[in-house]
T-cell receptor, first 112, second 114 residues
Framework: AQRVTQPEKLLSVFKGAPVELKCNYS??????LFWYVQYSRQRLQLLLR??SRESIKGFTADLNKGETSFHLKKPFAQEEDSAMYYC??????????????FGQGTILTVHP | NAGVTQTPKFRVLKTGQSMTLLCAQD?????MYWYRQDPGMGLRLIHY???????AKGEVPDGYNVSRLKKQNFLLGLESAAPSQTSVYFC?????????????FGPGTRLLVL
């Protein structure tokens, strides 16, 4: 069975400080990892996916298969980054039908 | 495009009452999903559908039923609501002809069962 763990329920930083949201997963096969974000009063939306290897809103995430991690990082946090962040895993290929396993979520608060 | 819409936005039920949550998408997506979001639990998959006329159980299906009679609609039913079903329910859809499996979420339905 696959599992996604986000060890921090709450994370607070000050504007301009670096931020790292941790995500660890357990899955014996080849995973696809995602970060979804939910801003206040908005719907959940995709932030980035590891296969795209892109930076969105200054955020990056690297899949580390050795450590089974997919931590989300941003060098300089902004107040508008305050949101709930979910790490999610999908089994690559096969018949997963896009089903995602979500972590518990981390609420990021960026203070001015 | 409206994307994914959910009806209603908020509902209060008494224990034992029934209700249906409607999810609609206008992106011609094949797959649709129902999740519940609870504090400290993240999003958990209730049921999903890989196409019109098909449904399957997710991680937490007990107490819920679903139907996908039309490709664009995915209904979630509670036959006899229980306080444990108090939650925020999210519908999502994915998988168009490009093969993109990014999930697009609805705004959510807040359900309170007394």
């Amino acid at each position: 069975a696959q599992r996604v763990t986000q060890p921090e329920k709450l994370l607070s930083v000050f504007k301009g400080a670096p931020v790292e949201l941790k995500c660890n997963y357990s899955y014996s096969g080849s995973p696809e990892l995602f970060w979804y974000v939910q801003y206040s009063r908005q719907r959940l939306q995709l932030l980035l996916r590891h296969i795209s290897r892109e930076s969105i809103k200054g955020f990056t995430a690297d899949l580390n298969k050795g450590e089974t991690s997919f931590h989300l990082k941003k060098p300089f946090a902004q107040e508008e980054d305050s949101a709930m962040y979910y790490c999610a895993l999908n089994r690559a290929g096969g018949t997963s039908y896009g089903k995602l396993t979500f972590g518990q979520g981390t609420i990021l608060t960026v203070h001015p | 495009n409206a994307g994914v819409t959910q009806t209603p936005k908020f509902r209060v039920l008494k224990t034992g009452q029934s209700m249906t949550l409607l999810c609609a998408q206008d992106m011609n997506h094949e797959y649709m999903y129902w999740y519940r979001q609870d504090p400290g639990m993240g999003l958990r998959l209730i049921h999903y559908s890989v196409g019109e006329g098909t449904t399957a159980k997710g991680e937490v299906p007990d107490g819920y039923n679903v139907s996908r009679l039309k490709k664009q609609n995915f209904l979630l039913g509670l036959e006899s609501a229980a306080p444990s079903q108090t939650s925020v329910y999210f519908c999502a859809s994915s998988y168009d002809k490009s093969g993109q499996e990014t999930q697009y979420f609805g705004p959510g339905t807040r359900l309170l069962v007394l």
